[in-house]
């Protein structure tokens, strides 16, 4: 880390301004933003991240200074997984996510608000004079109260600029496919169009408390004076926007951390919604332990094995949902290797209905905890519920992909895996075995699918997505 003014230059002479980071913390949201960060700090910024103390080991690894979360905001992706527990289970799409955070409104969007100007405060006393950027994870509303007019910081005259990292499948209502939300097929022609506005007006409709409540929340608890609308300009009359967008627009500059090919092709996308390019794989840790058979990944080609990697995340913990069952889908093959992660440490299969315990078949091997791109880059197939990490860890190491899903923005994913030619999208929430066989046969059967997952490799390799960033950071430094 960058111990002198010296290190912390720009090319011109001139002090290169704080980073500010904040994201939700949940580990499939940590894990690209603190990439970002240590890349950051290699080129010499000063990074400093709002986090949970849960999480402070990982940002200080990655080179960053730790500034502690506060409030009901310290909690985990582990904590948020049980609390919204109920919600997995009984409610579709993003339906849960925001029920989740309509019922905690009045606590977390103070206490999100509070966590950055108390860190904005705290980067004042460090250096007054020194300028400040905010790298903003979409998912995470903080600068958002701050951006409707609420009161700054002490020592602030202006909000610093905001670079907007969104890690999720874009969240913009367009004309072309409505809400994000509804996973609507993208349709540009003057009937699709109108089709659109009408399910957008009626989602929001279906939403109505769910958005009145948080605007409430942001004037009474949080003084942000400007209505949310006011974010959208003229095309909040063209069409009724989604209860995430917001997190998307605010910001001065938004990176989609993609390709162009994993989205659809609006034609009213904000001028200043950008691509930022799929992030590039990672090496292991350096500490990081192998499991004894690890040999078997290395020798499985050799003996004309595929090699089946499956995953469900780290939010969806519950195994039945996708593992056990594909588990249970490839047992008696003998061209497979499959190895399937858990996703928490400690985790382990969960009990048969009967109270004995789910066997691991003889072609199979279960991990708790272990990153991905360690797996992938031996992978002939990627099984998973379709999280937007895995989507991009499937483009770094060229690896077509099996989704499935049906809660938070798995549908959303799995749609742009299915559009962009890589994957296919079995459009179950909890996949029966005779589903994960025909998909993974045809992947396997279909060379067009590996094809095209090399292809956008390549092009994820061209875009060089730090230089996209640090580009953006100094043209919001000026």
Known sequence: MPQDT?????????????????????????????????DLVGRGWEVHCMSTQAHREWVERAG???????????????????????HFVTDPALEQMQNLFGENLKDYMPAITESLRSALSHLRGLDA??????????????????KLGAKLPEGYDRLP?????????????????GPTSLTRPFDSSPEGREAHKEAAAEWYNTWKSVHD???????????????????????????????????VVCHDTTLQMCIPALELPFTDLPPHIKFGGTLPTRPGPKDLEYPAWWKDVFTARDQN??????????????????????????????????????????????????????????????????????VLRHADVFLAIAGYGALQHAVANGVPMVL??????????????????????????????????????????????????MELKKQAEDFQPFDVIERELKALSE
């Open 129 to 146: 004079d020194r300028e400040v950027v905010i790298v903003n994870e979409t998912f995470h509303f903080g600068a958002l109260a701050l």
């Open 161 to 177: 600029k905001t670079l907007g990292i969104s890690i999720l499948p874009l969240f913009w209502t367009s004309i072309d496919a």
């Open 64 to 86: 960053a200074k730790f500034v502690p979360d506060i409030g009901i905001f310290q909690l985990t992706g582990h904590d948020l997984s049980a609390k919204s527990a109920e």
């Open 213 to 247: 409540r948080r605007a409430e929340v942001l004037r009474a608890n949080c003084g942000a004076p400007l209505p949310l609308d006011s974010l959208f300009g003229d095309h909040a009359n063209l069409i009724a926007h989604d209860y995430l967008d917001p997190g």
């Open 404 to 453: 499935g899903g049906d809660t938070e923005d798995k549908p959303q994913v799995a749609l742009r895996g299915e559009q962009a030619g890589f994957a296919v999208n079995l459009r179950m929430g909890r996949p029966t075995e005779e589903a994960i066989s025909e998909g993974l046969d045809r992947v396997l059967r279909e060379p067009a699918y590996k094809k095209r997952a």
């Open 6 to 38: 010296n290190e912390t230059k720009a090319k011109g002479g001139r002090e290169n301004p704080f980073v500010l980071m904040c994201c939700t913390p949940i580990d499939g949201h940590m894990f690209p933003l603190l990439q970002i960060a240590e």
């Open 305 to 374: 094995k595929k090699v089946i990697m499956i995953a469900q995340g780290t939010l969806q913990l519950d195994a039945t949902i996708l593992i056990v069952t594909a588990l249970r889908a490839l047992a008696t093959r003998s061209d497979l290797l499959v190895v399937a992660l858990l996703g928490k440490r400690g985790a382990t299969l969960p009990l048969r209905s009967d109270g004995s315990e789910e066997p691991v078949p003889p072609n199979a091997r279960v991990l708790d905890y272990f990153p991905y791109d360690m």
